[in-house]
């Protein structure tokens, strides 16, 4: 072999695997990326579908305590009721004992 066929194929050939390597190495990084945007499509997916459960069950629970806020003003309200008049009842009594003293002490 001459001199520079010699020095081509030293040159050449390591440099021909090289590049036969990044592009192998390439593809393989691309069939990767392909996987794992497929994996990480599918997680988005299934928590999405999580998410949308989730908050269906934030939903849910919201509600009910809307309807134990209800429940709880309506009690309240109720009681303050209760105790107006029972309040106007023992006002009346006090009245009535105090117009008895005053009709009996001859006051007023």
Known sequence: MADATQT???????????????????SRLSDL???MESRFSAMDRHMDSQFSAVATRFNVVDARFDN???QIDTRFSAT???????????EE???ARLSRIEAELHIK
């Open 93 to 95: 009594v006090v009245d």
């Open 68 to 70: 134990m806020d209800r």
């Open 8 to 26: 081509a194929l030293t040159v050449g050939l390591p440099t021909l695997a090289v590049l036969i390597g990044i592009l192998v190495n390439n």
């Open 33 to 35: 990326r392909g996987y």
């Open 80 to 90: 303050d009721q209760l105790f107006q008049e029972r309040l106007r009842r023992v």
